[in-house]
């Protein structure tokens, strides 16, 4: 008789996650500045300004303490680790990424724009211990100007947030491949079978056979080096169905990890 894997610990951390990573890319905008020399003073440049604006301001709004958002410039990675209690948090991580794809492709079609790709992967996230944002420095230095009245309280709790001696770090996307994965097929491209404005899911995500509320117009066998994964490119995600019936046939991150061969 097969032994069900026990359960974490709820509220522990380990040193092993499985993470789900949502990476969005916009197509094409490399090409713009390349048409202006990147010359920010060129007449056309403030279309590709214009365009980079309307990415980012909706992006901010899908965001949320679970589903939360790193954007870098013209892409954006939504990431969260994935529960081994429950298959809910899963299919949550699912269908916020799809409302941001969809959402964003609608903007990109009024605006004329060639759309941006989403390559949703997921995979086991290593946690980092130790490394903490080293701002002690700095903190001092606020205190220390805020004492000799250089700064006023106001000016202090302003500086505090918006500035850092190191920028961008996000922990839960440090040795997380899962971002690996997502990043590295949407670089691949048309060249690997994951081309244009499309929604490519890991299929690592669903159970077989695959669930009737999210169907796929093609599969696409993916690799690099050290990693492989079966992509689905999305045809249609169906929000009519029940909710209970939508959760079933997607997994959990104990399911995901023994599929994907990974101690957990």
Not at 235 to 254: C, N, P, S, T, Y
Request: glycine fraction near 8%; hydrophobic fraction near 40%; aromatic fraction near 10%.
């Amino acid at each position: 008789m097969m032994k069900t894997p026990p359960v974490r610990a709820k509220g522990r951390k380990y040193s092993t996650e499985i993470s789900c990573v949502a990476w969005l890319d916009l197509l094409g905008y490399g090409a713009m500045l390349k048409e202006v020399h990147f010359d920010p003073s060129h007449p056309r440049a403030e279309a590709a300004v214009d365009r980079l604006k309307r990415f980012q301001i909706p992006i901010a709004s899908f965001a949320t303490k679970d589903f939360p958002a790193m954007p870098i410039n013209d892409g954006v990675a939504f990431f969260h680790d994935l529960s081994p209690r429950s298959n809910l948090v899963t299919y949550r991580f699912l269908e916020r990424a799809i409302n941001v794809f969809e959402s964003i492709n609608m903007i990109e079609e009024d605006q004329s724009h060639p759309g941006a790709r989403m390559v949703i992967a997921v995979g086991p996230r290593m946690r980092i211990t130790g490394v903490v944002k080293n701002d002690l420095g700095h903190r001092q230095s606020i205190f220390r100007r805020l004492n000799d009245g250089i700064i006023t309280s106001e000016q202090a709790v302003h500086e505090a947030f918006r500035s850092g001696p190191i920028a961008g770090f996000v922990p839960q996307l440090q040795a997380n491949f899962a971002f690996t994965k997502a990043y590295c097929a949407d670089e691949s491209g048309g060249r690997a079978g994951l081309g244009g404005n499309r929604c490519y899911v890991d299929l690592s995500l669903l159970d077989e056979p695959l669930p009737p509320w999210i169907v796929f117009s093609r599969t696409q066998l993916w690799s690099m080096p050290g990693m492989t994964a079966t992509f689905g490119e999305l045809d249609r995600f169906d929000r009519q169905m029940e909710h209970h019936k939508r959760v079933a046939g997607i997994l959990d991150a104990l399911e995901i990890a023994a599929r994907l061969g990974i101690a957990y």
